[in-house]
């Protein structure tokens, strides 16, 4: 094995902890910004029409982005019913149910990194074979679908929330 692959190899563990450790702190309690979750709302929907048209149309692929979005949705319904939400004054705040959400993140995350993995080693042999197009490995496309379907998900409840909550305020 060469020394390249095996500092990989080393530094990976360190990776994971380092986005580990970073993703802890976006789970924390934080302030609803509208504008976040409409971001995220359209965005990832979006996305997740522009990854069904790198399949290709596959049926293999885009059955798996199609279970990975269901069941991220569904992960996303439990994920509201499992936040705490507060409200400050005019403020607004929730705090997600941190395993929960840094499992799917994690497991998003470590896809990625074998996707990266597969490529670099792929690179190293004698004669390299290419690897599957992106939108051709269901794994992948599962991997993004729920995360993608969690968060857009989570997106949207928050939305209604805040609406719900505006209103309540707006009339006392």
Same mark, same amino acid.
């Given at each position: 094995? @060469?020394?390249?692959?095996?500092?990989?190899?080393? +530094?990976?563990?360190?990776?994971?902890?380092? &986005?580990?450790?970073?993703?802890?702190?976006? =789970?924390?309690?934080?302030q !609803?910004?509208?504008?976040?979750?409409w971001?995220?709302? &359209?965005?990832f929907?979006?996305?997740? $029409?522009? +990854?069904?048209?790198?399949?290709?149309?596959? &049926?293999?692929?885009?059955? !798996? +982005? /199609?279970?990975?979005?269901? #069941? /991220?949705?569904?992960?996303? =319904?439990? /994920?509201l019913? $499992?936040? %705490?939400? @507060?409200?400050?004054?005019?403020?607004? *705040?929730?705090?997600?149910?941190?395993?929960?959400?840094?499992?799917?993140?994690?497991l998003f995350?470590?896809?990625?990194?074998y996707?990266?993995? @597969?490529?670099?080693?792929n690179t190293r042999l004698? =004669?390299?074979?290419?690897?599957?197009? *992106?939108?051709?490995?269901? +794994?992948?496309? #599962?991997?993004?679908?729920l995360f993608?379907?969690?968060? #857009?998900?989570?997106?949207?409840?928050?939305i209604?929330? %805040?609406?719900?909550?505006?209103?309540?305020? !707006?009339? @006392?």
């Amino acid at each position: 094995m @060469e020394t390249t692959t095996l500092a990989l190899l080393c +530094l990976a563990p360190l990776l994971v902890w380092r &986005i580990y450790s970073r993703l802890k702190k976006l =789970v924390a309690r934080q302030q !609803s910004h509208l504008w976040r979750h409409w971001l995220v709302a &359209i965005g990832f929907p979006a996305l997740i $029409l522009f +990854l069904a048209t790198t399949t290709k149309f596959d &049926i293999l692929p885009l059955s !798996s +982005l /199609g279970a990975g979005v269901l #069941a /991220g949705g569904w992960l996303g =319904v439990l /994920g509201l019913k $499992l936040t %705490r939400f @507060e409200q400050v004054g005019k403020h607004f *705040f929730f705090t997600q149910h941190r395993y929960l959400a840094l499992a799917i993140t994690m497991l998003f995350v470590a896809r990625l990194l074998y996707r990266g993995m @597969e490529i670099y080693l792929n690179t190293r042999l004698a =004669v390299p074979v290419p690897p599957p197009p *992106f939108g051709q490995s269901p +794994l992948t496309m #599962a991997a993004y679908g729920l995360f993608t379907g969690y968060y #857009a998900t989570y997106a949207w409840g928050l939305i209604r929330w %805040r609406k719900r909550n505006q209103t309540l305020q !707006s009339s @006392e």
